[in-house]
Nanobody, 113 residues
Framework: VQLVESGGGLVQAGGSLRLSCAAS????????VAWYRQAPGKQRELVAI????????TYGDFVKGRFTIARDDTNNTMYLQMTNLQPEDTAVYYC???????WGQGTQVTVSW
């Protein structure tokens, strides 16, 4: 089982990034998938989760309509489109799937003024 994130980087405040998570070794269409993030010195927190079949999505309160989670079951890939990024969004972003429970290695997102 493997989840591989990509798309992180350095962006200025107000900018956008699109994260991708490519899955292998799991039946992706039978898994709920999510994005978490962890900033230095803080606990890991839920960014967004999307259910099997894209029936429902849930976002962390801090998202405030700026991010969109999506999944492509044909290509075993999940996405997180992030807009109006702010310095407080700086963190390592992790892809998560279950079942079975698995995590990606993370991708760094840094937002500067």
């Amino acid at each position: 089982v493997q989840l591989v994130e990509s798309g992180g980087g350095l962006v200025q405040a107000g900018g956008s990034l699109r994260l991708s998570c490519a899955a292998s070794g799991i039946t992706f269409s039978d898994a709920a998938v999510a994005w978490y993030r962890q900033a230095p010195g803080k606990q890991r927190e839920l960014v967004a989760i999307i259910s099997i079949g894209s029936i429902s999505t849930t976002y962390g309160d801090f998202v405030k309509g700026r991010f969109t989670i999506a999944r492509d079951d044909t290509n075993n890939t999940m996405y997180l489109q992030m807009t109006n990024l702010q310095p407080e969004d700086t963190a390592v972003y992790y892809c998560y799937a279950f079942p079975p429970v698995c995590w990606g290695q993370g991708t760094q997102v840094t937002v500067s003024w």
